[in-house]
T-cell receptor
Framework: GAVVSQHPSWVICKSGTSVKIECRSLDFQATTMFWYRQFPKQSLMLMATSNEGSKATYEQGVEKDKFLINHASLTLSTLTVTSAHPEDSSFYIC?????????????FGPGTRLTVL | RKEVEQDPGPFNVPEGATVAFNCTYSNSASQSFFWYRQDCRKEPKLLMSVYSSGNEDGRFTAQLNRASQYISLLIRDSKLSDSATYLCVVNIKAAGNKLTFGGGTRVLVKP
């Protein structure tokens, strides 16, 4: 149980385009979803926290107008990288927590590798 | 100062040997502690939670020292498959249940 999927697993796009990444909880209701970014040889950095039906809370230094997060249902959150540039190339990982016994553990998706040319 | 600090390694470990490494955290309000394992180009996977009394899971032993604000992980009888980056993670529930990751310690187990 507690499986999180991400789509796509990798994407290559041209500079200036927008890319949408989906994060889904497959077998539980995700009350909170987290979006992370990981650059090569660095650790995961939290970008934002989103609760279903609410606006996302962004970490300091993360542009909310560039990284649009939507958490419209208890099983789906999306991250849209708008007007992507090469410096946005990174590994984007989502995680989710549920209710009850699933509250204290974050379950990670497999990640999406974004390359902006 | 980083909130969670780790020796990046790599720790080169002969197969069958024991390896141990620490992680320090700066926020005394940290409440939950974890070790995650991350393989190259993959997502982190939970290895074990860390409890105040120390806990063991097979060949892995984790210890927490709240007074000195450090966590340790010990791997006994290392296997080739233990080669990975080990991430120290702390959770401050008062900060919205957010996880803060250390930079990771790379372990390479060699035959």
């Amino acid at each position: 149980g507690a499986v999180v999927s991400q789509h796509p697993s990798w994407v290559i796009c041209k500079s200036g385009t927008s890319v949408k990444i989906e994060c889904r909880s497959l077998d539980f209701q995700a009350t909170t979803m987290f979006w992370y970014r990981q650059f090569p040889k660095q650790s995961l950095m939290l970008m934002a926290t989103s609760n279903e039906g609410s606006k996302a809370t962004y970490e300091q230094g993360v542009e909310k107008d560039k990284f649009l997060i939507n958490h419209a249902s208890l099983t789906l959150s999306t991250l849209t990288v708008t007007s992507a540039h090469p410096e946005d190339s990174s590994f984007y990982i989502c995680s989710a927590t549920g209710q009850g016994a699933l509250t204290d553990t974050q379950y990670f998706g497999p990640g999406t590798r974004l390359t902006v040319l | 100062r980083k909130e969670v600090e780790q020796d990046p390694g790599p720790f080169n470990v002969p197969e069958g040997a024991t390896v141990a490494f620490n992680c320090t955290y700066s926020n005394s309000a940290s409440q939950s502690f974890f070790w995650y394992r991350q393989d190259c180009r993959k997502e982190p996977k939970l290895l074990m939670s860390v409890y105040s009394s120390g806990n063991e899971d097979g060949r892995f032993t984790a210890q927490l020292n709240r007074a000195s604000q450090y966590i340790s992980l010990l791997i006994r009888d290392s296997k080739l498959s233990d080669s990975a980056t080990y991430l120290c993670v702390v959770n401050i529930k008062a900060a919205g249940n957010k996880l803060t990751f250390g930079g990771g310690t790379r372990v390479l187990v060699k035959p």
